[in-house]
């Protein structure tokens, strides 16, 4: 797929383990108006295919090398706002996985979103100014959480503060 034909509002799942290059390209396809859905490489195959199926992305990201030529592909632009949250897939009520889809944003919301994102991280690390959350790692508990690096912040440090009680 040619990354031009990724509109705004258009999905991409990502089945592949966290790492620096997954949570720039997180932010990189949210500054676009790509909605990432974030899907647990753990996934049974039919959990798998009936997410898919529901969430209908673009495009599935199935191996780093995938991932790696896609980032290479989607411009990022740092002055630019994400337009939105990555979907994460919960079990709710149901128990059955489904996808939480918060839905493109206007520019003043997205400002008003990394106000509020930033205020909540910089409460929690203290001191650190270059770091926005949306980006993944593992929490204590194996879960995928949303807290990228924008700036100098590295892998360690990141999942430090993933690792801090809350």
């Not at 411009?75 to 079990?91: E, K, N, V």
């Not at 205020?119 to 593992?138: C, K, P, Q, S, T």
């Given at each position: 797929?040619?990354?031009?034909?990724?509109?705004?509002?258009?999905?991409?799942?990502?089945?592949?383990?966290?790492?620096?290059?997954?949570?720039?390209?997180?932010?990189?396809?949210?500054?676009?108006g790509v909605f990432p859905v974030l899907m647990?490489?753990?996934l049974t195959a039919r959990d798998r295919a009936?997410?898919?199926?529901?969430?209908?992305?673009?495009?599935?990201?199935?191996?780093?090398?995938?991932?790696?030529?896609?980032?290479?592909?989607?411009?990022?632009?740092?002055?630019?706002?994400?337009?939105?949250?990555?979907?994460?897939?919960?079990?709710?009520?149901?128990?059955?996985?489904?996808?939480?889809?918060?839905?493109?944003?206007?520019?003043?919301?997205?400002?008003?979103?990394?106000?509020?994102?930033?205020?909540?991280?910089?409460?929690?690390?203290?001191?650190?100014?270059?770091?926005?959350?949306?980006?993944?790692?593992?929490?204590?508990?194996?879960?995928?959480v949303c807290a990228a690096v924008v700036g100098?912040?590295?892998?360690?440090?990141?999942?430090?503060?993933?690792?801090?009680?809350?």
């Amino acid at each position: 797929m040619d990354v031009r034909e990724l509109a705004r509002g258009s999905r991409v799942a990502l089945l592949v383990p966290g790492s620096t290059a997954y949570a720039e390209l997180v932010v990189a396809l949210l500054r676009r108006g790509v909605f990432p859905v974030l899907m647990d490489v753990k996934l049974t195959a039919r959990d798998r295919a009936d997410l898919l199926a529901e969430l209908q992305p673009a495009l599935v990201v199935t191996e780093q090398a995938q991932l790696e030529n896609l980032l290479a592909a989607v411009p990022d632009d740092p002055a630019s706002p994400p337009l939105g949250r990555p979907i994460h897939l919960t079990s709710g009520t149901t128990g059955r996985p489904e996808g939480v889809f918060s839905g493109l944003l206007e520019r003043e919301e997205t400002d008003t979103l990394v106000a509020e994102e930033r205020d909540r991280v910089l409460g929690e690390v203290g001191g650190v100014e270059d770091i926005a959350v949306f980006g993944v790692a593992d929490d204590r508990w194996g879960q995928r959480v949303c807290a990228a690096v924008v700036g100098t912040v590295d892998d360690a440090t990141l999942q430090d503060l993933v690792e801090r009680p809350h």
